[in-house]
């Protein structure tokens, strides 16, 4: 690792610390927050979210009243990165946060503010289920990643983009793996401007790219074969979770939010070409295009086990190894249980 991949990293930890402990005597905030009273039955849920399509539980729940049905006031709440997601999650501002939120930055999370939250869902891509993608500009020559080596590189913000943009630069024989963070929004623009050569993202930004003629897909699924080091396994990057002070606050209503997003995932599964339409409320894609975009999978909490979860751990072991997690972290407690 650089000294300046080390720097970032510290960094990061240094901000989410920040407001993970305040200190009056040492009393740590996730401490505090365990504490408050229960919610009244019509006070918000806050549910954060990044823009992309891992979100489509959230916004489907509240779409088609999954959420109003079972009497729970839900409210989205946008963040410009996963990382301030996980950082609301932590200062209280928020009861929980959407699938698509990084797992890597939950985990930094959960490191610095011990039992901070409990996964409801996660949301695995492959190559099949696509959601990780690499893309370069229309008139791009390259036909491999491996084809980019000196060309400028760019990837979304925060430290698990950057991980994993790294990791698959290295993977495909790169020696210099720096790479220019940018917001999810302007990977498309940046493309057809010629600002960079290729882009590791996520949807529905290869959808938007290839549908406006602004960019090309070079390859999907690439976390899943470049980092778990198969195509087809479940690459859990992105999951749903409620905080540990919200479940602990009010059992009742958290309870009832996990099983009206249950529903929301099932209808999801049922009727994926439905459950699209609501992709362009809540992300940069337009609706004349959301036809196209390509949906990640989504496991509940009590199918994370078994075969599921060691995946999700060895890409946890992979935060372990490149020493972005301060020590191991295991996924089982992390985990809701009803």
């Not at 510290?10 to 005597?25: F, H, N, V």
């Not at 999954?66 to 009861?95: D, P």
């Not at 905080?243 to 958290?254: E, G, P």
Request: glycine share 10%; charged share 20%.
């Amino acid at each position: 690792m650089s000294s300046k991949d080390k720097q970032t990293i510290d960094a990061m930890r240094r901000q989410i610390m920040k407001y993970s402990a305040l200190t009056l005597g040492g009393v740590a905030l996730s401490g505090m927050l365990g504490s408050l009273p229960a919610m009244a039955a019509d006070e918000e849920i806050l549910i954060g979210y990044w823009p992309i399509v891992g979100g489509l539980p959230l916004y489907v729940g509240i779409e088609k009243g999954f959420f109003k049905k079972a009497g729970l006031n839900v409210r989205a709440v946008k963040f410009a990165s996963t990382q301030q997601v996980v950082e609301g999650m932590i200062t209280g501002r928020i009861h929980g946060c959407a699938n698509g939120t990084a797992t890597g930055a939950l985990g930094l999370g959960a490191l610095t503010s011990p039992d901070l939250f409990k996964i409801i869902c996660s949301n695995p891509s492959n190559e099949k289920m696509v959601l990780d993608e690499f893309l370069v500009p229309m008139n791009s020559t390259a036909k491999s990643i491996g084809d980019l080596k000196g060309k400028r590189i760019a990837c979304g913000p925060g430290i698990q983009n950057v991980t994993m943009a790294k990791i698959i630069l290295e993977k495909n024989g790169f020696t210099e793996t720096n790479v220019i963070e940018l917001p999810i929004g302007q990977h498309v623009p940046s493309l057809a401007a010629g600002q960079i050569d290729g882009v590791y993202t996520l949807e529905p930004t290869g959808t938007v790219a290839r549908m406006k003629g602004l960019g090309k897909v070079l390859e999907t699924g690439v976390i899943a074969k470049y980092v778990l080091g198969d195509a087809n396994a479940p690459w859990f990057g992105g999951a749903a979770a409620l905080t540990s002070s919200f479940i602990n606050a009010d059992k009742a209503r958290s309870t009832q939010f996990v099983e009206a997003y249950a529903e929301a995932v099932k209808y999801i599964q049922q009727n994926p070409d439905d459950a699209r339409q609501y992709v362009a409320g809540y992300t940069g894609i337009e609706a004349a295009l959301v036809k196209e975009v390509p949906l990640p999978g989504f496991v509940m909490y009590d199918q994370l086990t078994g075969e599921n979860q060691q995946w999700f751990q060895k890409f946890y072991d992979v935060f372990t190894e490149r020493k972005i997690f301060s020590k191991p972290l295991q996924v089982a407690p992390l985990i809701y249980k009803a």
